[in-house]
């Protein structure tokens, strides 16, 4: 079993930054793919990125490229999602995933979910 919890959410102007974490407990962190996901009211839940056990390879929507980066710090457990340029439509909830079983960028594929933090960007 695998337990992720999110922090970092809050309320933000646009244009500023937030830097989301999330804490993995309950296996060896470094040996499995991490993902970040959001989901807006009325929206489904769509993937932001993902990012490989080591940290050497990344995936960002295009929604997100250039503004947001994911890394990881597997000596701490965390994995980080680093938000710039905020825009009042990256307004949702934040959801870390882990544990990934087959498409990537599918919501479906991954087996461990967080319980979200809000993210509100103000315009």
């Known amino acids: 079993q695998v337990q992720l919890v999110e922090s970092g959410g809050g309320l933000v102007q646009a244009g500023g930054s937030l830097r989301l974490s999330c804490a993995a407990s309950g296996r060896p962190f470094g040996h499995y793919f991490m993902a970040w996901f959001r989901q807006a009211p009325g929206k489904e839940r769509e993937i932001i990125g993902n990012?490989?056990?080591?940290?050497?390879?990344?995936y960002y929507a295009d929604s997100v490229k250039g503004r947001f980066t994911i890394v990881r710090d597997n000596a701490k457990n965390t994995v980080y999602l680093q938000m710039n340029s905020l825009k009042p439509e990256d307004t949702a909830v934040y959801y870390c995933?882990?544990?990934?079983?087959?498409?990537?960028?599918?919501?479906?594929?991954?087996?461990?979910w967080g319980q979200g933090t809000q993210v509100t960007v103000s315009s």
């Open positions: 995933a882990s544990h990934l079983s087959g498409t990537p960028t599918s919501s479906s594929s991954y087996a461990y």
């Open positions: 990012i490989n056990w080591s940290g050497s390879n990344t």
